[in-house]
């Protein structure tokens, strides 16, 4: 590899003669050979878009971006046969610290990634869960509490359930956007705006609320911007909120479909891949499966972010690097399989309504519609010798003459019971 010598205030710094970066990226990657992960798409975006919207109205990451659009630049210019050469710091640079620029690349990449990706996702998701709520409304089932059988539900009343999971961790989603759109860029080195010229900084967010479509805002107080995380923070508990009703969306399918034979198969779900590669025929349910290996590592970050966000020291929070890209890596992995668990999973379950309701007429749970016509220990005690005996509860009530037929059987309408 060939190189050319740059120079920083630090020294001649030794960068791939073909690179566009400089000297202080140079140094950052010498000095950080840890993950071998660059940051998001996404991120890379905002930082542009902050970069273009500032040259349109006048540490590591920023200055990566300075010296790759000064050298870019430099160059263009150097092909239109003009002399000058543009500088990271005093030009690209001009009214911008790192300081108050990456955590404005981390709130504007979110807000991207929110509002294009991850909310449309989710509605996605809720419109799949939502139908099949239509769909199974009519199909009584067992209802289970502490995974032990219970009062009849219907499998659509289940399904409703689960949609409204969904829609309101939607709901709760754009609650935090306002705090995500107002930026910190204005505050430079530690917020109190030095070398940032008068407007500046909102006729930089003005154009980039215009170039990208969203509506950003200069922060009211800039010391609370660049300190503290809040925003972010707050932004991946909702995302945690979300991974949690997504494992639990998910492991419910799991056990719904568990069997065939064996298990609850109360479900069938989409048959993607073999699922053994020992015992034939098994299928196993893999988008569920993901979709809860996706919620933990959402979970994770968010302890993460929230570590990060405790250990902002004064007018500084060090640890922004870390929580853009755990924050950023939970919007896409949410999106992602959240598509995944509505158009592989969701979309493709079949009810099996048979089984579902012969379980249910074999559960002496239903006893409990009896109550206000028998009270609590009778019932409880036809309930225990039907259990004992395998009959049902119907005929035991009935032998014992506690209830005529017609009105047994008008109070133990399974359809009725859920309603």
Not at 3 to 31: C, L, W
Not at 221 to 246: M, Y
Not at 308 to 336: H, Y
Request: with cysteine; glycine share 10%; net charge negative.
């Amino acid at each position: 590899m060939e190189f050319r010598t740059e120079k920083d205030s630090m020294g001649d710094v030794q960068v791939p003669a073909d690179a566009y970066f400089g000297a202080s990226t140079q140094r950052a990657i010498d000095n950080f050979p840890i993950s071998g992960r660059g940051f998001s798409r996404r991120f890379i975006w905002a930082l542009g878009l902050i970069k273009g919207s500032a040259a349109a109205v006048g540490t590591s990451s920023n200055t990566n971006a300075n010296e790759v659009i000064a050298h870019r630049a430099s160059e263009l210019m150097t092909d239109d046969k003009l002399s000058h050469t543009v500088h990271p710091n005093d030009h690209v640079n001009f009214g911008q610290s790192s300081n108050d620029v990456i955590p404005t690349a981390i709130h504007v990449a979110a807000v991207a990634a929110i509002r294009e990706d991850l909310l449309p996702a989710l509605g996605r998701l809720c419109g799949a869960l939502g139908d099949k709520a239509e769909e199974f409304s009519d199909i009584v089932k067992s209802g289970r509490t502490h995974l032990m059988d219970a009062t009849p539900v219907t499998l659509g009343q289940e399904f409703g359930g689960y949609c409204a999971q969904v829609h309101n961790g939607a709901a709760r989603l754009r609650k935090v956007l306002p705090e995500l759109e107002e930026l910190p860029l204005g505050g430079t080195a530690v917020g109190t705006g030095i070398n940032c010229p008068p407007g500046f900084a909102q006729q930089v967010i003005d154009d980039m609320s215009i170039t990208s479509g969203f509506h950003f805002t200069e922060a009211v107080n800039h010391f609370e911007a660049q300190a503290a995380k809040d925003a972010a923070v707050n932004a991946s508990g909702v995302l945690k909120t979300i991974a949690v009703s997504i494992f639990k969306i998910a492991n419910d399918l799991r056990w719904l479909g568990s069997g065939p034979v064996a298990g609850l198969g109360e479900l069938k779900l989409p048959s993607l891949q073999p699922g053994s590669s020992i015992m034939p025929a098994k299928v196993n349910p893999v988008i569920p499966e993901a979709a809860m290996m996706v919620a933990a590592q959402v979970i994770g970050n968010d302890s993460a972010i929230t570590w990060g966000g405790a250990n902002g020291n004064l007018e500084l929070n060090v640890m922004m690097p870390m929580i853009a890209r755990n924050l950023l890596e939970s919007i896409d992995i949410l999106a992602n399989v959240s598509v995944a668990l509505a158009d592989s999973c969701v979309s493709g379950l079949i009810a099996n309504g048979d089984h579902t309701r012969a379980v249910l007429e074999k559960n002496v749970i239903v006893v409990t519609a009896l109550n206000p016509h028998i009270g609590y220990d009778a019932g409880s005690s036809a309930a225990k010798e039907a259990s004992a005996s395998g009959r049902s509860v119907r005929e035991v009530v009935l032998e014992r003459g506690l209830m005529t037929a017609e009105d047994l059987d008008a109070a133990l309408d399974l359809k009725k019971m859920t309603e």
